[in-house]
């Protein structure tokens, strides 16, 4: 018996026969797109590009934006292209019209590579064509990105009509293969289920299932009906769960549980694909009745990688190509030995992949009419050919829809096809032979383990481009690149349903301990003063969350003497002692990370995802300030000059006060204690009274971290009494505030006088508010403008300092960003943050609740209410998110921090105006903007007065050492927490010189850096 390989090799040798008597169109040498794509080969900037120019145009209207946008892309380009685009932006400008259509057409010829048709009339074309070369279809509906109820209510009924219309079209028509009609029906409709359901969160699949299930029902009701197969697409590793549960769910309801004509996908670069295939299987031997996976490799592989690393979570994808193919095959053995419950389909266009399929079929007995392959449209023209010469079941997976909705799907072809790793490439465009495109993908693996390949894959190793070639083609220099090596600490991934399980787990818990009563802390002493401060629940204020000891003038005294006593020990301990302290915290965070997430959800409101990541914040500030610190805690030589030497370092300034809000309630508190703490000072910690339970909290981990006593003490109480007396104390020589705009000048004022017998002058450390803007500019992609517009405004109920609340949006766009706005507002879930998956949950207090209703009534008499939710529980402090339209600059509610969830939209004529509407204001905090055109994208850079400026995303959610966070004018002092320069507020620099020459004699050189000076007791 032939070994499996040889028969592979043998297949794949036909299949290869077959292929090369036609010529493969997308990979040739005629014609726009291949001309492009060539190109994209050779520059990666191109491409980089080339991608984004074709994401903008299907979104410009006037042929003059054509032609501007190709000019502010490709112009500065150095390669065989550049010339050619600056003649024709030349003649472009004086023929507009011309060019624009011209490339418009272009374009869209290059996405009809692609979409089989833009409505199902047109679609219908290129099946009837299919069904005569005998290869089948599944049409999927384009339009992924929805962004509220509405969209996806449009897009349910549009899969419903596009079943009618393909059922009706193809009546009479007969299987390709004359034989296996029972298994395999002519309509088939591939559905992406994130487009059904615009509020999925991985943390909630509950929710997710609860509303797709109704939208899904209507459609496989009719399916059923028509004798149609629908099959769930697979996306992002994020819907994957949900995905599967839905799938499972409702097969397993009565009215469907024997109807065989349902499918899935499975994603062969996902390490656990394997897991969920055989869950599947299992689940579809439980149920009896027959269902379909079609086994892909996965479209989303750039996207995970990116997210995952950004988020700090573990790479869900495999990282080398061979390892997914080599899975693919893994997988693709487990569904044929499985036959009798599942029927496979094979989705590839890698003849490897493909052959291997066909070898293990024969091998295992399995009758070619019993599964089949898939293609995409448009790709792999000559393999669909040969597959159907051979005698396989060929389906087409054909998109259907206009151009911008396609966008997302045309780029992920676009990638695809250009990616070094495809076996498309390799074949039709590289000439790569058909022995290495056939080698076993488990044999490359060991052969890399075993370090006879030098890098990941056969296809890298083939088309060779140096790290340091793409570095500099993508525009870079060879310089140390920018950021420093600070990694963050990870989100919680709540796609996985083991953190969905502890965070349950952990808000059950923490509601057994509501009600407790914490102390102050003292020189490590637990006090009670009698006088207690309550906590309460926003989302159910008769609710206590605990009850913290009040500290009055008296405590604070206390407070004072036991910090400045300690400070003389702590101020020489080694900064690196201080340091692991710490590290230590952080470990106790991440050790306790759920339980304090619970606490958050309780105490101040946050959704899960929110009160995650305050903590996740918190841990980073411990970490990232306890590496800056070794960045300057060594005194370093500031010039190598013979006979003298001068040394450079810093002392803590000495007792700090820090005041911190409710609304990161652990991030903010611990990020100034830190930075505090870790420079030598030490700390009086007031948190908000709102939040006075995670302070107790933080102080508890600080003791179990081994603080010693009255290095750090913490004092709720009222800000205006004991607060003010701190602040005003001469005890106190420095103060760290986050906070209001009216507390924050008070205390920057008061900090002002000096008081008799004070040593230092005060320095205050002072964040305040925002009014932050966005602008929309005509050419911003909508989908991500709104729904990042949307998170901005209202995530944790737009009680974040960064938050936006004026969204300002061009004249051009004006209409389509309000429709879309609205409908979006319209479908966010409000309601208690227990709850998993709540976008906007209660505001922080009565007084909160208060204000900014009355702030809505001043915005009804200025402006035009244009939406309010409706759907509000009714206890707790839950304010319906509102946006005003019609908003004038010089209004109360443009001007004033409303801190809720209120947003002002403003209309400006053009860039100019949108600009100066964006910095009309006392504060400078975030600010975003969304474009697509790189020129307005460099103005926006240079001219948006903000510390913190987010270029298409959202303007919250900053994270330590990427973003440092913190503004100026109104908004604060210029400091920026979690940056390089945040701990050198905390400190007084000081240089020591010493004369090293003795008679005449001097060391030849002083080292670079020296032990710190310490104090020999
Ligand atoms: C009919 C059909 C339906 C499809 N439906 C879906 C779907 O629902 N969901 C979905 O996600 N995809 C789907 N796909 C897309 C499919 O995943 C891609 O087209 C496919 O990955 C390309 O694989 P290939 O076997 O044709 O090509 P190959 O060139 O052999 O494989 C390319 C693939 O390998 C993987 N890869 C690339 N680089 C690496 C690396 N460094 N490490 C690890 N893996 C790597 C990626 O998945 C990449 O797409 C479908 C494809 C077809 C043909």
């Known amino acids: 018996m032939r070994s499996l390989q040889t028969e592979i090799e043998q297949r794949g040798a036909r299949i290869f026969e077959l292929v090369d008597r036609h010529p493969e169109p997308l990979f040739s040498k005629a014609g726009f797109y291949q001309r492009l794509m060539a190109l994209s080969m050779r520059d990666e900037r191109f491409k980089v590009q080339m991608f984004r120019f074709v994401d903008v145009l299907p979104s410009l209207r006037r042929s003059g934006d054509i032609v501007q946008h190709l000019d ?186 024997d109807w065989p004509h349902a499918g899935i996908v499975i994603q062969a670069y996902l390490r656990d694909a394997e897991k969920d295939l055989v869950d599947l299987i299992d689940w579809g031997r439980a149920r009896r009745t027959r269902f379909t996976v079609r086994l892909v490799k996965g479209a989303y592989w750039d996207y995970e990688k990116i997210k995952s690393t950004q988020n700090g979570w573990s790479i869900p994808v495999y990282l080398q190509k061979p390892e997914s193919d ?163 600490a990870p989100l919680t991934n709540f796609a996985l349903p083991e953190n969905h399980e502890k965070m349950r ?78 590290k230590r915290a952080a470990a106790i965070m991440d050790r306790r990370r759920f339980e304090l997430s619970a606490l958050e959800v309780f105490e101040v409101g946050k959704p899960w995802t929110e009160a995650d990541g305050d903590i996740r914040e918190a841990i980073d500030f411990c970490l990232f300030y306890a590496q800056q610190v070794r960045r300057f805690g060594r005194p370093r030589l500031t010039q190598q000059v013979p006979g003298e030497e001068s040394y450079y370092h810093y002392w803590p300034r000495g007792v700090a006060f820090v005041i911190a809000p409710w609304n990161f309630p652990l991030a903010i508190l611990c990020g100034m204690t830190t930075a505090a703490l870790v420079t030598g000072n030490t700390v009086i910690m007031k948190p908000a009274e709102q939040s006075a339970v995670c302070g107790a909290m933080l102080m508890e981990i600080f003791e179990e971290a081994g603080v010693p006593p009255g290095v750090l003490n913490y004092l709720p109480g009222k800000g205006s009494q004991m607060g003010a007396h701190l602040v005003d104390h001469k005890d106190v020589d420095l103060i760290a505030f986050t906070g209001s705009r009216e507390v924050g000048l008070r205390i920057w004022e008061s900090a002002g006088i000096t008081r008799p017998g004070q040593r230092e002058l005060k320095r205050v450390i002072c964040e305040m508010g925002g009014k932050n803007a966005v602008i929309i500019d005509s050419d911003a992609d909508l989908d991500e403008a709104i729904i990042d517009s949307i998170y901005s405004a209202f995530g944790y109920q737009g009680q974040k300092c960064s938050a936006l609340s004026r ?49 809505i009534e001043i915005g009804k008499s200025e402006a035009t209410l244009a939406f309010q939710h409706q759907n509000v529980p009714p206890k707790g402090y839950f304010i319906p998110p509102t946006i005003f339209v019609d908003v004038k600059p010089d209004m109360r509610i443009a001007r004033e921090e409303i801190f809720g969830p209120v947003l002002s939209v403003l209309k400006a004529r053009n860039l100019d105006e949108a600009l100066k509407l964006a910095n009309g204001t006392d504060y400078a905090l975030t600010a975003g903007f ?28 900053a994270v330590v050492g990427r973003h440092p966070f913190g503004g100026f004018k109104m908004s604060g002092g210029g400091t920026k927490a979690g940056g390089e320069d945040y701990l050198l507020q905390f400190v007084v620099p000081r240089v020591v010189t010493e004369n090293i020459t003795r008679h005449g004699f001097a060391p030849e050189e002083a080292p670079l850096y020296r032990d710190e000076f310490r104090v020999r007791s």
């Open 807 to 855: 969204l300002i949006v061009l004249e051009e766009n004006y209409d389509r960003v309000l429709e879309r706005l609205l409908s979006a507002a319209a479908s966010l879930r409000v309601g208690n943050p227990e709850e998993p998956g709540m976008t906007v949950g209660p505001v922080i207090d009565k007084t909160a609740y208060e204000r900014i209703l009355n702030y």
């Open 930 to 957: 969304f474009s697509r055109s790189p020129a307005n994208i460099e103005r926006a850079k240079a001219e948006i007065e903000a510390g913190n400026v987010y270029i298409n995303r959202s303007c919250t959610g």
């Open 326 to 488: 080599a899975n693919f095959e893994s997988l693709s053995r487990v569904l044929l030995e499985n036959e009798s419950i599942v029927t496979a389909a094979f989705g590839s266009h890698n003849v490897r992949s493909i052959a291997h399929a066909q070898a293990l079929a024969d091998e295992l007995g399995i009758d070619r009419t019993r599964f089949e392959f898939q293609l995409l449209y448009g790709m792999a023209g000559p393999v669909k050919r040969a597959l159907v010469e051979m005698g396989y079941r060929v389906r087409e997976y054909c998109p259907v829809g206009e151009l911008l909705p396609g966008m997302s799907y045309l780029v992920r072809r676009l990638l695809e096809n250009t990616s070094n790793e495809g076996f498309l490439r390799a074949k039709f465009s590289e000439n790569a032979s058909d022995e290495i495109l056939l080698r076993d993908p488990s044999e490359l693996l060991r052969e890399n383990r075993n370090g006879v390949l030098p890098r990941s894959t056969v296809m890298t190793t083939m088309i060779t481009t140096s790290l340091q070639d793409r570095h500099l083609a993508l525009g870079g220099s060879l310089d140390t690149p920018a950021g420093d090596s600070y990694e963050n």
């Open 505 to 582: 787990a952990a808000l059950r818990e923490m509601r057994t301990r509501l009600g407790r009563e914490y102390p102050l802390v003292i020189n490590g002493e637990k006090l009670s003063t009698g006088k207690t401060i309550a906590s309460i629940n926003p989302s159910s204020p008769d609710e206590i969350v605990g009850a913290v000891t009040e500290a009055g003038i008296l405590e604070a005294e206390r407070a004072v003497q036991a910090a400045r006593d300690a400070l003389e020990k702590w101020r020489w301990t080694p900064f690196e002692e201080r340091a692991q302290l710490l």
């Open 72 to 257: 502010e892309y490709f112009t500065d380009m150095r390669n065989g292209f550049a010339p050619l685009v600056r003649t024709g932006v030349r003649t472009a400008k004086i023929m507009p019209w011309i060019s624009g259509q011209l490339l418009r057409w272009n374009v869209s010829g290059m996405a009809h590579q692609f979409i089989a048709g833009k409505n199902p009339d047109d679609v219908m074309k290129t099946l009837r064509k299919r069904h005569e070369q005998k290869i089948g279809f599944t049409v999927d509906l384009l339009g992924e990105a929805v962004v509220s109820e509405k969209e996806t209510d449009e897009y349910a009924a549009r899969c419903l009509e596009l079943l009618e219309h393909l059922a009706r079209e193809t009546d009479g028509w007969s299987d390709p293969l004359d034989g296996g009609a029972g298994l395999f029906p002519v309509v088939n409709l591939s559905v992406k289920i994130s487009a059904l359901y615009s509020q999925m969160n991985p943390a909630d699949p509950a929710d997710a299932i609860a509303h797709l299930a109704p939208k899904l029902r209507p459609i496989l009701r009719r399916a059923k009906e028509l004798g149609a197969f629908i099959n769930f697409d697979m996306e992002s590793f994020s819907d994957k769960n949900i995905t599967l549960d839905l799938f499972k769910t409702l097969f397993t309801e009565t009215e469907f549980r």
